[in-house]
C-alpha cells in the first residue's frame, strides 16, 4: 500500500499514513493507535498484537524502525548533504556554531540543528529538543536538501543517541567534545553514558568498506576518545591541548578579551587571536578547525572566521548597561562546565567573583551538591537559586544543592529561591571590578515552572537589576 506520511503522535496522523507506537516516558503510544487509525492511518508499526482495522507491521524495536522509515520516506536527505555530528557533555553548541562560521564564510550553503535553534536556509525556527526525534530530523534534512544545502551541521545529544533518532543518518563527520558527569537521571551510570555517546562513532560508515571517506574528530585529551577511536570504522583525526594530536594547541594564554595560541596541525601552523575567553574555547576552536581542515578549508581561512567570532548567544555572553562591574551569563549546567566558567572567570577577576548557580529539575540530581560545591569553591560569593525547576518543588532542589556545602562557611553563600531575587541580590552586593556569572541557562528566554514556560531572560533580569543599581 501507499503511505502518505508518518508520524509517531496520533494528534498529527492524516489520511493514509503510518502511526509508529512509540513507548514514551509518560504515555504508551500503542494506546493512541485507535485514534490513529480513526484520523485515517492506513497502517500501524507496533511492538505489540492490536485490534485495530489497519495493517499491523510488528517489530521489536519501534523507534529504531521509525528512524529508518523516517530516512527512507523523505528520500534519504543525508544521503545529499554532508552532515557533521557533534557529540559531548559541554561544547557541542559552540563547536557547530564555530563549524557553521568557518564554512558559511567560505560560501558553503549550511543548515544546523541543536539547543539555541534550527537553521534551514536562512529561515530560523525554535526547536523542542537538541536532536529532534527521527521523523522530524529527516523532514528537516530535506527541507535542506531544497534550498541546496551542503552542510548539516547537529548537535547530536546522548538521549538522541541512545533513542536512536539519528539512526538512519549518513553522517561525513562525527565530533566528540569531551565527557563529563551529567543526565545520569537517564543514563544512570557513566559507563551507560559513554557508550550511547560510542554509537555516533561506531555507526559511522561500515567496517568492511575499505573506501570509507568518513572522519571520526576525536578529543585526544579525553579518556573516552580511545574507545570511540576503536569503535569506528571512519579514519580519525584528534586535537587537543595535553595529548600529541594532530590538531595540537600551544602556547595558549587566556585573558578577559579572549584566548591566543599556536595551532600544530597537519597543514601547518598558525597563531591566532580569539575572543571567545576560556580554555575550553580553545578545545572547541580546536575540533572545529580539526573538521574544516579535514574538508580543504585553509588554515588561514580558518583563522579569520575563528578570530572574527564574537561568541556564542547566552555562553560567557557579556551584559553591559554601563555598570563598574562585570556581568556575564552562561549556560553551564554541568560540574564540569561550571567549574570551567568559574577558573576563565578567576583568572582575569580583579575583584570579588559572585556565582548566581541552579540545577534543572527533573534532572539529574546527583550533580546538584556537586555543582553548588564547585560554586563556593571558586566564587567569593554563591547564591544557589533554581533553574528550571520544571514538576519538582524548587525548595527540594535548593535542599539537594545545600547537601554539597555543608562544610562551606555560611558567609561565602547564601539561597534565594526566586532567580530573579537571586540576581537583583547578587547585582546590589556588587563592587567596581567585580565578576557576577550567571550560570545555568544562557539563551534561554524562559523558566519552567512546574507545567508552565514563564518569560524570564537572565540578559534582561540582570540588566534590570543593573538599572536599579545605577540608580541608586
Ligand atoms: C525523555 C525524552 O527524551 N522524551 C522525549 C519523548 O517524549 P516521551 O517519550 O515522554 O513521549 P510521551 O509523551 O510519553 O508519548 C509517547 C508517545 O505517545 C504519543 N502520543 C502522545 C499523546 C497523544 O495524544 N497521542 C500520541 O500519539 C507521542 O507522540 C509519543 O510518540 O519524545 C518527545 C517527542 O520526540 C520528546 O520531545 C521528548 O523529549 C522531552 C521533551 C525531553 O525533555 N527530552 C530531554 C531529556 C532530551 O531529549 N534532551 C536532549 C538534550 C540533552 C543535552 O542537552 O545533552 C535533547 O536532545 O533534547
Ligand atoms: N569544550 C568545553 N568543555 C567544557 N565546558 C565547555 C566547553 N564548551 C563550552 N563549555 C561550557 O559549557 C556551557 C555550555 O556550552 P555549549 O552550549 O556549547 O554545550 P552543549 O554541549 O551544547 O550543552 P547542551 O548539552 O546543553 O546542549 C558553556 O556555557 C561553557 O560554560
Ligand atoms: N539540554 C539540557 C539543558 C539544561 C539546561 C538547564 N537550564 C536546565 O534546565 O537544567 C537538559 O535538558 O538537561
Ligand atoms: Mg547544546
Avoid: W
Amino acid at each position: 500500500m501507499e503511505i502518505t506520511g508518518l508520524t509517531a503522535d496520533s494528534r498529527q496522523v492524516k489520511p493514509g499514513y503510518l502511526f509508529v507506537c512509540l513507548t514514551g516516558y509518560t504515555v504508551d503510544g500503542h494506546t493512541f493507535a485507535a485514534q490513529a487509525v480513526k484520523n485515517g492511518a492506513v497502517a500501524v508499526l507496533s511492538e505489540q498484537d492490536l485490534d485495530v482495522p489497519a495493517t499491523i507491521v510488528r517489530v521489536p524495536d519501534t523507534r529504531r524502525a521509525m528512524a529508518m522509515l523516517a530516512d527512507r520516506i523523505f528520500g534519504s536527505p543525508t544521503r545529499e548533504l554532508k552532515v557533521i555530528g557533534v557529540t559531548g557533555t559541554n561544547g557541542k553548541t559552540t563547536t557547530t556554531h564555530l563549524i557553521d562560521k568557518i564554512l558559511r564564510d567560505r560560501r558553503k550553503q549550511t543548515g544546523l540543528i541543536g539547543t539555541i535553534h534550527m537553521r534551514i536556509g536562512d529561515v530560523i525556527e525554535e526547536v523542542k529538543n537538541t536532536t529532534p526525534d527521527a521523523v522530524d530530523l529527516q523532514r528537516s534534512f530535506r527541507r535542506m536538501c531544497d534550498v541546496n544545502t551542503d552542510y548539516a551541521i547537529i548537535e547530536v545529544s546522548s538521549h538522541a543517541l541512545e533513542l536512536g533518532r539519528v539512526r538512519g543518518c549518513d553522517i561525513h563527520t562525527a565530533v566528540f567534545t569531551n565527557l563529563t558527569q551529567d543526565h545520569l537521571d537517564y543514563h544512570k551510570t557513566m559507563e551507560n553514558y559513554r557508550y550511547a555517546k560510542s554509537l555516533l562513532f561506531s555507526q559511522l560508515g561500515n567496517h568492511y568498506d575499505p573506501n570509507c571517506l568518513k572522519t571520526a574528530v576525536l578529543n585526544a585529551d579525553d579518556e573516552a576518545s580511545k574507545l570511540y577511536a576503536t569503535v569506528t570504522p571512519a579514519r580519525v583525526v584528534t586535537y587537543g591541548i595535553d595529548q600529541p594530536a594532530d590538531v595540537q594547541a600551544k602556547n595558549i594564554e587566556i585573558t578577559s578579551k579572549g584566548t591566543s595560541f599556536t595551532a600544530e596541525t597537519f597543514a601547518g601552523t598558525i597563531d591566532l587571536n580569539l575572543k571567545l575567553m576560556g580554555k575550553f574555547n580553545v578545545y572547541n576552536a580546536l575540533a572545529a578547525m580539526a573538521v574544516t581542515l579535514a574538508e580543504g578549508v585553509s588554515l588561514e581561512d580558518i583563522k579569520a572566521s575563528l578570530e572574527a567570532v564574537a561568541g556564542v548567544n547566552g555562553r560567557f555572553e557579556a551584559v553591559d548597561a554601563g555598570q563598574p562591574f562585570a556581568v556575564l551569563v552562561d549556560y553551564s549546567h554541568t560540574p564540569d562546565s561550571l567549574e570551567n566558567a568559574l577558573m576563565t572567570v578567576k583568572e582575569f577577576a580583579k575583584g570579588n567573583v559572585f556565582c548566581i548557580v541552579g540545577c534543572g529539575g527533573d534532572r539529574d540530581r546527583t550533580k546538584r551538591p556537586i555543582m553548588a560545591q564547585i560554586a563556593t569553591k571558586y566564587a567569593d560569593m554563591t547564591v544557589l537559586t533554581s533553574d528550571n525547576p520544571r514538576s519538582e518543588e524548587p525548595q527540594a532542589i535548593l535542599a539537594d544543592m545545600l547537601a554539597g556545602v555543608r562544610d562551606v562557611s555560611a558567609a561565602r553563600y547564601t539561597a534565594v529561591t526566586d532567580r530573579r531575587e537571586a540576581i537583583h541580590y547578587a547585582v546590589s552586593l556588587a563592587k567596581p571590578n567585580d565578576v557576577i556569572l550567571i550560570a545555568g541557562k544562557g539563551h534561554e528566554t524562559y523558566q519552567i515552572i512546574k507545567d508552565q514556560v514563564l518569560p524570564f531572560d537572565d540578559r534582561e533580569v540582570a540588566r534590570e537589576a543593573i538599572a536599579r543599581y545605577n540608580q541608586e
